[in-house]
């Protein structure tokens, strides 16, 4: 069956069966490999992408689901300017990552973003922060991290100085 859908901003189609894995399509017919199979049951957020601007987790998404859709891959999402505001702000705190967790990390970090882009101190998100799939970081430093991401992103459209 040929599945069509729109790829990091690019139309493309793949030959597949349906029931395949939308991760196992990135991976294997796209190169795309930020996108990892780890837990295969959506819980460890390896393999998060964005179908239509929601984070999924592409592991339990069968590709006959992302006809039509928009996907984003980590691969493209870093080289947005929301990808470089939080990639900035995970240096700038020192947070590491560690390859497995990366897409969940970033893609969480910016829906949560999105949602409260006036965020100023790492208390109003601590419970976001609880709640990822992450143990490469202290819970405390990306907390630290999603505040600097917010400030970027705050700074690079309103022009807001660093500090406010």
């Known amino acids: 069956m040929k599945i069509s859908f729109n790829l990091n901003g690019e139309n493309v189609s793949a030959e597949t069966l349906p029931t395949e894995r939308l991760v196992t399509i990135l991976r294997n017919k796209f190169s795309l490999c930020l996108s990892k199979m780890r837990c295969g049951e959506g819980n460890c957020g390896a393999c998060t992408v964005l179908l239509d601007g929601v984070p999924v987790h592409s ?3 069968p590709v006959y689901a992302a006809a039509g859709c928009e996907i984003i891959t980590l691969e493209h999402f870093l080289q947005t300017e929301e990808g470089k505001d939080i990639e900035q702000a995970f240096k700038q705190a020192n947070v590491k ?3 497995f967790c990366d897409a969940d ?3 969480s970090v910016n829906e949560y973003i999105n949602k409260n882009p006036a ?3 790492s208390d109003e998100i601590r419970a976001m922060v609880e709640n990822m799939n992450c143990q490469c970081v202290k819970h405390q430093r990306l907390g630290g991290a999603i505040v600097l991401a917010a400030r970027n992103r705050r700074t690079r459209k309103n022009g807001e100085k660093h500090g406010k």
Request: proline content about 0%; charged content about 15%.
């Open 97 to 99: 990552t560690c390859g």
């Open 119 to 121: 965020i100023k101190n």
């Open 59 to 61: 592991c339990i998404i």
């Open 105 to 107: 990390k970033y893609f």
